[in-house]
């Protein structure tokens, strides 16, 4: 089992900064995905930021440029920093773990950090 909790989220300006932080624990060497979902007002949850193991991270379009995935192996942490946020950004954010090397296998869930982006 792997326990995943996020941090970081809260009220920003529009052009504003974010770091959200995933500290995991448990089984954390059998994973090999990882990456940040985020689920807007009446929206459908969609994938943000990935990173698989030995690979390069991979982004959402919309936040490509803007939006930086990156860990820390030595605390078990995963990041994403958010710059030039807008109000279209605003939703819970989720990290996500599984052992598989793939996008959409996600096993492990953190309960989420909800960002607001607004004026």
């Known amino acids: 089992q792997v326990q995943l909790v996020e941090s970081g989220g809260g009220l920003v300006q529009p052009g504003g900064s974010l770091r959200l932080s995933c500290v995991g624990s448990g089984s954390i060497g059998s994973i090999n995905s990882m990456g940040w979902y985020r689920q807007a007002p009446g929206k459908q949850r969609e994938l943000v930021a990935i990173?698989?193991?030995?690979?390069?991270?991979d982004y959402k379009d919309s936040v490509k440029g803007r939006f930086t995935i990156s860990s820390d192996n030595m605390k078990n942490t995963l990041y994403l920093q958010m710059n030039s946020l807008k109000p279209e950004d605003t939703a819970v954010y989720y990290c996500a773990a599984g052992r598989s090397y793939s996008y959409y296998d996600m096993e492990y869930w953190g309960k989420g950090t909800l960002v607001t982006v607004s004026s």
């Open positions: 990173i698989l193991s030995g690979g390069s991270p």
